[in-house]
């Protein structure tokens, strides 16, 4: 069975940290590049941002370039999401999914995890 797995989350004051992790399962996680999306309250979801197979090119949206940082561990087929300087502005669900290859922005997987829900408090 194809997992996607997101934990991690948490209520946290405005500046302070939070590292999520996605764990997929059922699939071969090396063949894919992976990506963060959220969905804050009376949004639509927004690309947070995304790693190839290999690791190699990354990719962030404005909002949370210099304080966000991806990451995967192949060998543990995690990828991580570390928070730093966390604003309000950035309390929403997050959710990994796989993406396509030619485009690190767009979901390949159909299905979505349970997300895992960030609270940044003023």
């Known amino acids: 069975q194809v997992q996607l797995v997101e934990s991690g989350g948490g209520l946290v004051q405005a500046g302070g940290s939070l590292r999520l992790s996605c764990a997929g399962s059922?699939?071969?996680?090396?063949?894919?590049?992976f990506a963060w999306f959220r969905r804050a309250p009376e949004k639509e979801r927004e690309f947070v941002a995304s790693i190839s197979w290999d690791g190699g090119t990354t990719k962030y949206a404005d909002s949370v370039k210099g304080r966000f940082t991806i990451f995967r561990n192949n060998a543990e087929n995690t990828v991580y999401l570390a928070m730093n300087s966390l604003k309000p502005e950035d309390t929403a669900v997050y959710y990994c999914n796989t993406v396509y290859a030619t485009n690190l922005e767009k979901p390949f997987f159909t299905f979505w995890g349970q997300g895992t829900q960030v609270t940044v408090s003023s």
């Open positions: 059922g699939f071969a996680f090396t063949n894919y590049g």
